[in-house]
């Protein structure tokens, strides 16, 4: 039966067959069928705005018809789909294209490594290499940080919850407050600087410190500039390796290709993957310094580490940075996004709302405990895809993709507010039934 002929509206098949595990399917009970751009259809002919973009896998939106053309002619060529690591035109192509249009115009160095075509992956290689290069087992990481769920990149995940579900210890990995995490007034750097080089604080010096330049699943935190460059200075002088982690917050999310341009930064490590294929196709690369690519051959791999229909979509994808055309659009967006947050939270201060984020990766937390959980409920409702985020769900998640237009943008707002009058109404309506 193909995919598209799929009729039944009831969500019975995956209660019964598909894992407990399933979160999303929970999320946004109903039977998608067709999606365009920022849209998405389910079976009922009903269309939702996409705030969600595939976790950030999506930035050029869904069913990209530029990056579609070329994936069906290379398929109709009998182009290779499977290939490990070997040589291929594709790869070729996207590596030649990857230099001359991101490295070289950004003066950056960086050795390019095909790890397993995940999130988690690239983290895995890049924690593996920097352990290698130093000779040091820890890695430091942040609270609130989000790196994936196989056990290495788990051991540098700050969430109680997903930790726990490794079932086993996970070691090596030590924890320092992110910029801010105790207010504005602690100096997380000057905290860090004393944990590392004391000579009794039971820390040894890291092998390297990995972090998100804005945290995604942690809550849309985000560090700033001064705080990354004083980041990268504790780690230049004590010879640990930086590594950050741009899965979510890379590819353009933040306005720039990099989270981390414009801070004055060169990480040792960079991990990408989700939009890097531009068309959610599985990919990942981790951009490594040259001086510190001294991997074995093969010390390092996986089945699926030359996903090829990945490179002929993410080729496509690196055109939209051949100009800062996505890039103006983002910052315009960004502005929009944020004015429309600070006006709600003016307008309903019984949130307690607090705007977060840089570029279209921005937040909204909320004070009030499970409020932010039943915005997204409703919003599902009045035809809203969104998420929620942070430590205890809290801060309502906008990641829109890259190439939305003005009116689905403010459509997508206007759903959200609305969602937001909503929950208001009902919380009124149970203090009044309360007293």
Known sequence: MKASSYKKKSMEIFEDIESDVRSYCRAFPTVFTKAENYTLQDVDGKEYVDFFAGAGALNYGH??????????????????????????????????????????????????MFPGPTGTNTV????????????????????????????????????????????????????????????????TINYIEKLIDGAATGITTPAAIILETVQG????????FEWLRRISEVCKLREIILIIDDVQAGCGRTGTFFSFENTGIEPDIVCLSKSIGGYGLPMAITLIKPEIDIWKPGEHNGTFRGNNLAFITAVEALTYWENDDLHKDVMRHEETVKIFLDEL?????????????????QGLSLGIEGFAEKVCK????????????????????????????????????????????????EIEELLLIQN
């Open 217 to 224: 699943e942690g809550g849309i935190n985000v560090a700033e």
């Open 124 to 187: 895995e290689s890049a924690l593996k290499l920097a352990r290698k290069v130093t000779g040091r087992e820890t890695i430091m990481s942040f609270t609130n940080a989000f790196h994936g769920m196989t056990l290495g990149s788990l051991s540098v995940t700050g969430n109680k919850f997903k930790r726990h579900g490794a079932g086993v210890p996970l070691n090596h990995s030590v924890f320092a407050p992110y910029d801010k995490y105790y207010g504005d007034k602690f100096d």
């Open 345 to 361: 939270v003016i307008k309903y201060p019984i949130i307690k709302g607090e705007v977060r984020g840089r570029g279209l990766m």
């Open 378 to 425: 409703i919003a599902f409702e009045k035809g809203l895809i969104m998420e929620t985020c942070g430590a205890n769900k809290e801060v309502l998640k906008i990641m829109p993709p890259l190439t939305i237009d003005s009116v689905g943008l403010m459509k997508g707002l206007k759903v959200l507010e609305s969602s937001v009058e909503t929950c208001i109404k």
């Open 63 to 112: 069913n990209n018809h530029k990056m579609k053309k070329k994936l069906i002619d290379y398929i109709m060529n009998n182009g290779i789909t499977h290939s490990l690591d070997m040589a291929t035109s594709a790869k070729a192509v996207f590596l030649e294209k990857f230099n001359e249009v991101i490295l070289k115009p950004r003066k950056m160095n960086y050795k390019v």
